[in-house]
Every structure is written in C-alpha cells, then in structure tokens.
C-alpha cells in the first residue's frame, strides 16, 4: 500500500535539510528523486497521470529548491516543456537519431532531444580502460 502525502515528503526534507553539510543535502536530495520517479512510475501504470505528474513537480522543486540537478536518468522521463511524467508507448514516442534521442510529448506535443554522446563515449572508456 502506497499512500504518502506527498506535501509531507516535500514539508519534512525542508524543516530536515536546514543542519546539514553540502554533500548530505545532495544524497537526501537524491534519495528522494529516486523515492519520487519510483512513485511516478507505479501511478503512471495505474494510469493516475495527475499523482505522477504532482511527482515530478515536486522532484523538480526539491532540485531547485536545493540546487540539485535531476540526474539524466530521470531527466528522460518527464516532458521539460509541460512536466509531465512521460511513458514510451503511453503518452510518450521515442526516437534516435544523429546521436540524439528524440522524445515527443503527447501532452504538449513538443519534442525534447536529448544526446547520447555522452554515453557513446562513457561505453567507450568503460570497454577501453576497466576497473578506473
Ligand atoms: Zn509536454
């Protein structure tokens, strides 16, 4: 059973995070990007589009509250133009091309592209040089 208040999530980081160092605040704030697109995701199979889109809205504030980016794996997952919570196949279509992926939103009806040179390269110096 999964029933958090998700003002309460939001509340508690706030009052909690006010004491504690850089580094801390960066790994809670992580922690709950995970909590939060886990969440967003088991709606989003549900199909309560609305609790998953309130997920990723608050994802976003807590990184801009704290100034914490939303790691690139999550950053996928949800429209940058209107902030839904997108799902290939669902309310999302997904496409590659010239080292990008293309993500177009049915909601909004925008497209992202986000590259992949990044991970062209990190596969590269994973398979070049191990264990570094
Ligand atoms: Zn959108």
Do not use: Q, W
């Not at 960066?26 to 998953?52: C, G, Y």
């Not at 949800?78 to 669902?90: I, N, T």
């Not at 496409?95 to 040179?117: H, L, Q």
């Amino acid at each position: 059973m999964i029933n958090i208040n998700v003002n309460n999530i939001y509340t508690e980081t706030v009052l909690g995070m006010m004491k504690l160092g850089r580094r801390k605040i960066i790994s809670i704030v992580n922690e709950n990007f995970d909590r939060l697109f886990t969440l967003a995701e088991k709606e989003v199979l549900r199909h309560n589009m609305e609790r998953a889109d309130r997920y990723v809205e608050l994802a976003r504030k807590i990184g801009m509250r704290y100034n914490v980016p939303i790691p690139a794996k999550y950053k996928r997952r949800f429209c940058k133009h209107c902030c839904s919570y997108l799902l290939p196949g669902v309310n999302a279509r997904v496409r590659t091309g010239k080292s990008k992926v293309i993500i177009f939103c049915e909601n909004c009806k925008k497209y992202m592209r986000i590259p992949f040179i990044r991970e062209v390269k990190e596969r590269r110096k994973t398979r070049g040089v191990r264990g570094k």
